[in-house]
């Protein structure tokens, strides 16, 4: 997978990913292919469905074309089951063809374990990895923090945290372009004495490993940005991205609930939306371009089902980066010089 | 323990607990006395530097006591190592005055480490409890929820989440007067089958105890305020209350960013101040009445660090409330029944 910058990536799109299919990945592609010529967007779905929603928007682009599939995952397919049960899904056609070299990364907005069920079995993982990791970031006052991992592997062993500070180490430097970045465990206390059972055996392993690991974060430091990467196992990642998320509902909510009192606060919220719609931006999933899937051995780009056109284009961009930036074999190098100083 | 609800509630109050001291216990103490007249509030700390605060602001009210002890526990100190080292410290001090029946209750913004073992060591626990649990409340768009454990225990047994539970469910009906409160365990997903192995362990042993076990809950649910009391160990919680404390720290921030770009940003968000204030205070520890810790043999209430001569009020009446209502009477019951059913 050696390539230079000139070349052209290939990009993979779940065209029935998502709440909204096909028509917001067909947009989100099309949009895509449009602003950039550095990239080949191939839509996997139902032909006819996906040039319905092309022609409605007289796109005829060169670098967009079409892999014709009937079959999909739906968001209430079950991950375990659904690999066996539809072979012809588009997203597996999406991964075969990355797998048969045909494409070099995929985005998809549909079912989040399905997808990192097909990407693992369908990619395999890098070498050394022993379990692939889900990303997200939040805002900071610093601009965002990853936090690796939010859901891939709940219960986690040490040397998954220490993998996944490793790759997020990577991410945030070269995809964020964060100068040797603040990698910290999330635990109980900022002392090394705190933590539980996993997280202060994988606190010795990090402090041997190749990145700048600056000891345990506390649930704080995310949003202060103290840390560039956190690092908890999947399930507290999990619960806290969801309760980060719904922070923007709560405050609207509220926002709302104000407005409702009388007929002043309702003019005086509508003055100010403008102003918290500028300032609640960076709460908002569609500026992030999905969440990567880390430890595959391919490019795979996992976004909220909810996914606007928008924020369909913002993943393929981030698609572009992680297949043009290589990241996957600087992944590997790490992985391999940490296996030399923790052995 | 019986008490009538006209009966006297003694509560001492370490003087030397938190950020401020003695000042913000002692003018706390001093405004709950003279608002109440149902508690005899008991000062437990240096007797003239009480005694000073007290002069400056002219208060001389007969149901405020003092009891002398000049050593104190500091916000460094480790947990493990000050009850033993600091036998007379005015926190000591304080829950031996409850072991001997002197008072009913203690209220302490000092070091959350030492008042949970201290009180665990001092009152021992509740018949049938394992681990004592210290919970938050966090606003929600139907009030608040209650998060079960933030800190106690940060790895947890199934068994101990069942504890949460019910103890949770007892401190949402008789405090937070919810009706038949719904207990969600955190999780990974809504479906039974979603979980850490901790977690799908204890939904087992959830569904057959004596409360109203909704299932599973993400994390969204918890401001959402689709469930009254939220369950998890003690290290997700942790993480999940510090992060959920540092949204409205993140949002002035956001807000101080916007008003420094400007004359009329900074106008604009002058303007909007009160409002905010308005909608944040939900989201401020400061209403909350401190954090039970539930499961010792007594009434143990944690404030934070920084507490106001307020929020030192607000734990006060909280602290009569639950020996008032004696809610560890209530909690070793369903305990009981908790554990014949669960047999």
């Known amino acids: ?24 990945p067909v947009l989100g592609a099309a949009e895509a292919a449009a602003e950039n010529s550095n990239i080949d967007v191939i839509l996997v779905g139902p032909e006819d469905r996906i040039k319905e929603v092309l022609r409605k928007k007289n796109v005829n682009l060169s670098n967009l074309k079409i892999v014709h599939t009937d ?16 072979p012809n899904s588009s997203l597996n056609v999406a991964l075969k ?3 048969e070299k045909e494409a070099d990364a995929l985005v998809s907005a549909g079912n989040t374990g399905a997808v990192l069920s097909h990407s693992t079995l369908r990619l395999g993982r890098i070498q050394g990895i022993g379990r692939a990791t889900i990303g997200a970031e939040l805002p900071s006052m610093n601009g965002s923090t990853l936090v690796f991992d939010v859901g891939a592997t709940v219960d986690c062993r040490p040397d998954h945290l220490v993998e996944y500070a490793i790759m997020g180490s990577i991410f ?24 539980n059972e996993v997280s202060l055996a994988a606190y010795e392993m990090l402090e041997k490993a190749p990145i700048n690991f600056v000891g345990n974060a506390e649930g ?3 949003l202060k940005g103290t840390v560039d990467v956190a690092i908890c196992d999947g399930y507290t990642g999990n619960i806290l991205l969801k309760l980060a998320e719904s922070v923007l509902e709560l405050l609207r909510f509220k926002f709302r609930e104000y407005a409702d009192k009388g007929f002043l606060q309702k ?18 999933y569609e500026e992030q371009g ?3 899937l880390l430890g595959v051995n391919g490019v795979s780009i996992i976004g909220h089902g909810k996914s606007t056109p928008y924020a369909i284009k913002k993943m393929i961009f981030r698609a572009e980066q992680v297949a043009r930036l290589e990241i996957n074999k600087k992944i590997e190098e790490a992985i391999k010089e940490n296996k030399l100083i923790n052995k």
């Open 71 to 86: 079959e999909y995952v739906t968001m209430d397919d079950l991950p375990a089951e659904v690999f066996k049960a539809k």
């Open 1 to 24: 997978m050696t390539q230079e910058s000139s070349k052209i990536i290939r990009i993979a799109v779940d065209a029935m990913g998502g709440d909204f299919t096909p028509d917001n």
């Open 220 to 222: 704080s430091d995310i």
């Open 97 to 99: 063809m990355q797998r």
């Open 267 to 284: 003019l005086w919220m509508g003055m100010m939306s403008g102003t918290l719609k500028g300032i609640f931006k960076k709460f908002d």
């Open 172 to 195: 945030a430097k070269y995809i964020y372009k964060k100068d040797n970045p603040k990698i910290g465990l999330l635990s109980v206390g900022e002392e090394k004495s705190k933590g």
């Open 290 to 292: 999905g969440t990567p």
